[in-house]
């Protein structure tokens, strides 16, 4: 039995990723050159529903190209890993598992930083290329068990109802909002999902 958590606004204060790209941009200038297909892709996206979060991502992640991936994910955690929430560092297990639509390139430092094991979206550092889904909703089940074939969910935790499909699999679940802990609503279904 373990404890399975997504990331984002679950046990780290924010979205990881918009911060870390927010980040980029600040001390790459080149990085901005990316702005017009990242504001394009965001359009098709978000306000005309062309295309899948997949393809959105990748677009977005094409600044990658301008920057020193590895040292800058590292020195990134440097500034941001006082974003893990209170509650979590008190809850930590050392079996615990994160899952998450976040690039695994950018959470897999975690794995030594927080004593965790990362699962997340597979995307090339260098080039912002997918190699699979985006790990998100039901996508997470899958690799859930692709790492842990015989895995079972103690308790699950999330900021959304989005993550209801690995909820169901989990003993006992609970939504984050903030430091606060609520017992999971299966009433509440996450409406309007794209993946």
Wanted: hydrophobic share 35%; proline share 3%; with cysteine.
């Amino acid at each position: 039995m373990m404890n399975v958590y997504d990331f984002d606004k679950t046990i780290y204060d924010g979205d990881s990723t918009a911060h870390f790209v927010l980040w980029c941009f600040r001390r790459h200038p080149k990085t901005l050159l990316y702005l017009p297909l990242i504001g394009y892709a965001s359009l098709r996206y978000y306000a005309f529903h062309v295309g899948t979060k997949t393809e959105f991502k990748e677009k977005m992640y094409r600044f990658l190209k301008a920057i020193d991936g590895e040292k800058d994910v590292e020195r990134f955690w440097n500034e941001k890993l006082s974003g893990i929430k209170r509650f979590y560092k008190r809850i930590h297990r050392d079996d615990d598992v994160i899952i998450s639509a976040s690039p695994e390139f950018l959470l897999k430092p975690l794995e030594k930083k927080l004593n965790i094991t990362v699962i997340a979206s597979k995307v090339d550092i260098h080039t912002g290329t997918y190699d699979g889904l985006n790990c998100y909703h039901a996508e997470k089940v899958r690799r859930f068990y692709e790492s842990f074939p015989e895995g079972k969910i103690d308790v699950f935790y999330s900021d959304s109802y989005s993550d209801e499909p690995l909820a169901l699999l989990a003993d006992k679940a609970y939504i984050v909002d903030g430091e606060t802990l609520i017992g999971w609503d299966f009433t509440k279904h996450k409406s309007h999902l794209r993946t």
